[in-house]
């Protein structure tokens, strides 16, 4: 017994990517999950990483730079993310560990 159900088999391979669900003006603030500025797209873990594709659990409260139009995947370069939250420095922490 006490085997585990679930366990992780080492680092992602699959990233949820965030891709506009309408047009996007520069200086709009992004929502969350299942709300009106965004949806989730699945998208290989290296190409995401190679190409600073902005994750989906990491968009929630940033600030677009500039235009994008519907149906566009966002990058880290795209947005302004809000000071001192944990899921940025989490974030960090995960690249870290599994750049190595």
Do not use: H, W
């Not at 299942?34 to 600073?52: F, P």
């Amino acid at each position: 017994m006490n085997d585990a159900t679930v366990a992780p088999q080492g680092a992602p391979t699959v990233e949820v990517i965030s891709t506009a669900k309408i047009d996007l003006e520069a200086g709009q603030t992004l929502d969350g999950l299942g709300c009106y500025t965004l949806y989730g797209q699945c998208e290989n873990a290296l190409t995401a990483r190679a190409e600073r594709l902005l994750p989906f659990g990491v968009a929630e409260g940033c600030k677009v730079k500039r235009n994008i139009a519907r149906d566009e995947v966002l990058t880290y370069d795209d947005v302004e993310l809000p000071k001192g939250r944990l899921i940025d420095k989490l974030r960090v922490e995960q690249d870290a560990l599994f750049s190595a």
